[in-house]
Structures are given as C-alpha cells and as structure tokens.
C-alpha cells in the first residue's frame, strides 16, 4: 500500500509538470509561427486586400493615403501604412485613423468621399 501511495504521490507532482512543460513547448511554437527574426508581424493578406479595395472607391483628394499599395517591397505590409494600426500578435487590422492630423485651422469638412465598395461587405475584416 504505500507503494501504491508512494506511485500516486509522484504521479500528482510529474503530471502537472508535463502539462506545464507542454503548454510552454506549444506557446513558444505557436509565437515563432507569427513573429519572424524582428518580431514583427505582417498584417493579414485578406484585410490589405480589403483595404486597398477601399482606398480604390475613397476619394483622397489630399493624397493621405498615398503608404496604402501593394508594390512588392517592405512598405507592403499595410500595419505600416498611414492610418493603419494593427495587432502586435496576429497581425489583424484594428483601427483605421483616418483624420487629417496636420490641420493648420479648424476645418469641419469631411475630404474623403465615395462610397463602400461591395467587395469590403463580403471581405471579413477584423476591426
């Protein structure tokens, strides 16, 4: 019997280590699958798709959201485009700030104009 007792006991402190060991194995697997060597993470392939389908139906009569293309170099990545804020994990777009941040007066008058593209109504955007 305490055998028996001594087995169970053992059993009761290796199997929470195991667990813990296998949770840290399977977080630190998961985070090097979304970060690369700078700890950056890319935004999500659908949501620039979207968004530069936005930007195509705005009118930016500024030119504020010139950042907003996809030409192939390290401006790519739309969590650096002007007005984009995105998650520091997963790379989904959150926020979109599209204010006119240099105003040298107070100017109430919306400059963006067009309409929703319907392309963005079946897109699946996180925000």
């Known amino acids: 019997m305490n055998m028996a007792l001594y087995s169970l006991n053992k059993l009761t402190i290796t199997l929470p280590l195991l667990i813990l060991i296998f949770m840290l194995h399977v977080e630190a697997t998961t985070k090097t699958k979304h970060h690369n060597d700078d700890d950056h993470v890319l935004c999500v392939e659908s949501e620039k798709q979207a968004l ?11 030119n504020r959201l010139t950042s907003w293309a996809a030409n192939g170099d390290d401006d790519d990545d739309c969590c650096n485009w002007t007005g984009i804020i995105c998650d520091s994990i997963t790379g989904h777009v959150k926020q979109l700030q599209l204010a006119n941040t240099y105003k040298d007066y107070v ?21």
């Open 52 to 62: 530069l389908s936005f930007k195509q139906d705005l009118v930016d009569p500024f």
């Open 107 to 127: 100017d109430l008058e919306n400059k963006y104009g067009g309409g929703l593209s319907s392309k963005l109504k079946v897109a699946k955007v996180h925000l």
